[in-house]
């Protein structure tokens, strides 16, 4: 909530990062749109710096992903009080959110009308790939791709082996069929079970093998999909040397200790597993 002193102002407002390549901002101009469906004022997509010269946010400036403060309304407004609804303001938020990074479990949403193909860019490619990545995980064929909206020959193998893989005519054009086989398969593979359990008590490490060790690949798999040194592991079940590797960039990447171990008692033995708590948040914030 925003508020301010002298004449109350009234509406609501966005802060993104000055580092923002467009993602941010999208984002908030989606949800910006669907609160002044609600009667507020539009105050628009903003930066604010630090005397450093950073964003002066720190929830913000310290994350790598797309970032986005939202100011809902003036507090010390009456006419802004007045009309405020928290569950028409949260359903407000998450539809916005919704309307540029289409929810998980939902798949992708409807076919864009065009089919796409080499050179189209733009958020429907995006959202593609980002299904691309997630089929890969299960379909070691299909190679990871970076999720930038840019439709390049990487995404054009992708696309053409995912086709193959499902007797899809394999032409690289993603019209209405591969469209809505690809969300099919990325609903399959975002379902409640794919998130680890709590940390099985005992340290997993190289040569260990069985289910923990199949969730704890599956989840690298997904994280990788982001971090792409993280390399794709088939999911076996067997704690072997590429395990090991996945596992040990991980800890790196998320300032862990890196031993290989991702069920390890670490630091004063009062925080069990972190690495295998972290592997699991990281997935379950992809998600």
């Not at 109350?8 to 901002?25: L, N, V």
């Not at 690289?172 to 969300?183: D, E, F, Y």
């Not at 999909?225 to 999911?235: A, F």
Request: glycine residues 12%.
């Amino acid at each position: 909530m925003n508020s301010n002193a002298g004449v109350p102002g009234t509406g609501t407002e966005a802060y993104i990062s000055i580092h923002d390549t467009g993602r941010a901002r999208a984002i908030a101009n989606a949800i910006l749109r669907r609160i002044a469906g609600l009667g507020f004022v539009n105050r628009g997509v903003k930066t604010q710096t630090n005397a450093s010269g950073q964003d002066a946010f720190g929830i913000i400036r310290l994350t790598n992903m797309p970032a986005v403060l939202i100011e809902l309304a003036f507090i010390n407004n009456p006419q802004d009080m007045a009309r405020f609804n928290v569950n028409q303001m949260a359903v407000a938020v998450a539809e916005g959110i919704r309307e540029v990074i289409p929810i998980l479990s939902g798949g992708l949403p409807q076919f864009p009308g065009t089919s796409l193909r080499i050179g189209n860019q733009g958020e429907s490619v995006r959202q593609m790939q980002r299904c691309l990545n997630n089929a890969g995980t299960r379909h070691p064929g299909i190679q990871r791709l970076v999720e930038d909206g840019m439709f390049g020959p990487r995404t054009l193998d992708a696309v053409t082996a995912f086709q193959r893989l499902f007797g899809l005519a394999p032409d690289g054009v993603v019209g209405p069929v591969t469209w809505n086989r690809l969300s099919q398969e990325c609903v399959a593979g975002t379902g409640g079970n794919d998130i680890m359990p709590q940390f099985p008590g005992t340290s997993i490490r190289i040569g260990n093998s069985g289910e923990s060790v199949r969730q704890i690949q599956r989840c690298l798999n997904r994280i990788g999909t982001r971090h792409p040194d993280i390399q794709r592991l088939s999911e076996d079940g067997m704690f072997g040397p590429r395990t090991l590797d996945a596992v040990t960039t991980f800890q790196r990447i998320f300032g862990l200790v890196p031993d290989g171990e991702p069920a390890k008692l670490e630091g004063n033995h009062e925080s069990p597993g972190l690495t295998f708590v972290g592997i699991a948040a990281s997935k379950i914030i992809l998600k």
